[in-house]
């Protein structure tokens, strides 16, 4: 797609302007990395604080030394094995590096993404594009082009259509920027595949979520009930600062315990939205019952947009039913339901 289209999304950029792209991972919300203005104007459509930093892509290995400064070895063993692609690198910054980016920390954040159109616009700006997930601050990230609109519509001068993104979920993030190298955002490229190219990594503290039993998780939903009621809002899930959260509320429920989970939610006449690998189950409409692939690299490319499905539903719970976590190929997976999941 080095045609028409892109041209325009790469000079919108270099007018300061917002340009949503497909990556691997999820649409991107991209600005230029070197425009303070357009950096600001990114935070304000997100409605996410200035202070969180933002992840550079840039479009080749030679442009990381605009960004960053004592790069250790493990950063150049880590690009060959898996640049372009969904690994995100956290170096020491370069001097030169806006605040606006790194959220004024001596880190900065970069990744070669590796999508044809991501690729393409990068070569036509030619500079590094800051470009969070295309979604509002706290909800869940895009892999559709229409997602993006739905949620940006006039807010942005463009959107790249690349049609569903392939790998689904974020970036794993790892940090390399002095001491032990350590896994700040688990993702599909898991601490085994990094630990097999650069030895020794820290795997982020076990994100797996430990679903509530049947009666707990229902009394819980039960609770909110009360409390929004009551008028107190502070429980709405997705208000909550770094959940990638639909607006219904979200139970991981483990596998064991599905069926007497679902029994329990309809005994208490809640309308229950459900993911799971078991297929549809009798007493549900198919609407109300996605059935997702037991392999995790299928699974992370429709959860989002199952999720997404759902929440259209207007359900009173999403049950979600836990993936294996003994294998670390799920470790993102589990990482972001438990995000997703209701808290109290
Ligand atoms: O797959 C992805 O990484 C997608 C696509 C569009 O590339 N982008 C993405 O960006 O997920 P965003 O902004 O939604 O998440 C970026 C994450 C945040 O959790 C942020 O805290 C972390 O990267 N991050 C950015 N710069 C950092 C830094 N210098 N040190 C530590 N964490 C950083
Ligand atoms: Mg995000």
């Given amino acids: 797609m080095r045609d028409a289209l892109i ?9 300061g302007l917002l340009v949503s792209f497909p990556t691997e991972t ?39 030394r605009n960004w960053a400064v004592d790069i250790p070895p493990e950063f150049f063993k880590l690009a ?18 806006l605040n606006a980016v790194t959220g004024g920390q001596d880190t900065v954040a970069l990744r070669i993404p590796k999508h044809p159109i991501a690729l393409a ?40 259509d690349g049609g569903p993104c392939n790998v689904g979920i974020e970036s794993t993030i790892i940090n390399l ?43 819980q939903v039960v609770a909110t009930d009360t409390a929004s009621d009551t008028g107190s809002d502070i429980r709405v899930p997705g208000a909550l600062a770094s959940h990638y959260a639909p607006e219904t509320p979200l139970h991981v429920v483990p596998s064991h315990d599905f ?5 329990e939610c309809a005994k208490n006449n809640r309308r229950v939205l459900v993911v ?37 539903r207007n359900g009173d719970l999403i049950v979600v039913e836990s993936p294996p976590d003994k294998d670390t190929g799920w470790s993102g997976i589990h990482d972001r339901l438990s995000r997703a999941a209701f808290r109290e």
């Fill in 80 to 97: 060959e094995s898996f640049w372009p692609g969904p690994l995100t690198m956290v170096l020491k910054r370069a001097n030169s590096v």
């Fill in 7 to 15: 041209e325009k999304a790469a000079s919108f950029l270099k007018e």
């Fill in 259 to 263: 069926y007497s989970f679902l029994e």
């Fill in 177 to 219: 920027s002095g001491g032990r190298p350590r896994i700040l955002r688990p993702g599909m490229i898991s601490v085994d595949m990094l630990s097999s190219v650069i030895g020794d990594v820290e795997a982020p503290a076990n994100s797996v979520t430990h679903a509530t039993n049947a009666k707990n998780a229902l009394a």
């Fill in 276 to 312: 799971s690998f078991k297929p549809q189950h009798s007493g549900f409409e198919p609407s109300s019952w996605i059935t997702l692939a037991q392999e995790p690299e299928e699974f992370a490319r429709q959860i989002y947009g199952a999720l997404r499905l759902l929440d259209k």
């Fill in 26 to 64: 999820v649409y991107g919300l991209g600005a230029d990395a070197s425009n303070e203005t357009a950096i600001r104007r990114l935070y304000q459509a997100k409605g996410r604080p200035s202070t969180h930093p933002v992840i550079v892509h840039v479009h080749s290995l030679d442009a990381v």
């Fill in 121 to 160: 616009l990068l070569e036509a700006f030619g500079g590094g594009l800051v470009a969070p997930s295309a979604n509002k601050f706290g909800r869940l990230s895009p892999t559709l082009a229409q997602h993006v609109i739905d949620e940006f519509k006039d807010e942005v001068a463009m959107v790249l």
